[in-house]
């Protein structure tokens, strides 16, 4: 969580921090639903979190990392380049925060996979950066519809 915090104060320009914030509060959106719902229908858990009496899902992936690396993620997108290039972008931020995820699964007691998987986190990361960069492409206005 602190690592994710010092990151993005450190990397987001300083003519970007609105842009960031957008971002950011855009991908709290996202996670604090679909959060709500993988852990209300009992398809993960969180054993250790930060307010357990508050809410059932975590604090610090769903409301801290996701949308701080989200941030990253948009602000240093690859726009004026290849398709491939793009594509790996998105491949790689989702593997990683993935991967990271599978790992603290399988040797951590803070996320217990129940009715779930590392592909169903895969995906639904991979769609909630599509989503938050569509919503960020129309924030800038690159979006405007045409005659």
């Not at 996670?31 to 709500?36: H, N, V």
């Amino acid at each position: 969580m602190f690592l994710t915090i010092g990151l993005v104060i450190w990397l987001v320009p300083r003519n970007k921090i609105r842009d960031g914030v957008v971002i950011f509060l855009f991908k709290q959106t996202l996670t604090w639903i679909l959060g709500l719902i993988v852990v209300e229908w009992n398809l993960i858990e969180y054993p250790t979190r930060f307010l357990p009496n508050a809410t059932k899902s975590s604090l610090t992936f769903e409301y801290v990392v996701y949308p701080g690396i989200c941030v990253l993620f948009n602000l240093f997108y690859p726009e004026k380049k290849s398709t491939i290039r793009q594509l790996t972008h998105y491949v790689a931020y989702t593997s990683g925060i993935s991967g990271f995820e599978a790992i603290l699964e399988k040797y951590t007691n803070t996320i217990t996979y129940i009715h779930w998987s590392w592909y169903w986190t895969w995906i639904t990361i991979f769609l909630t950066f599509l989503a938050s960069r569509i919503f960020y492409r129309w924030f800038r206005g690159d979006f405007i519809l045409q005659k």
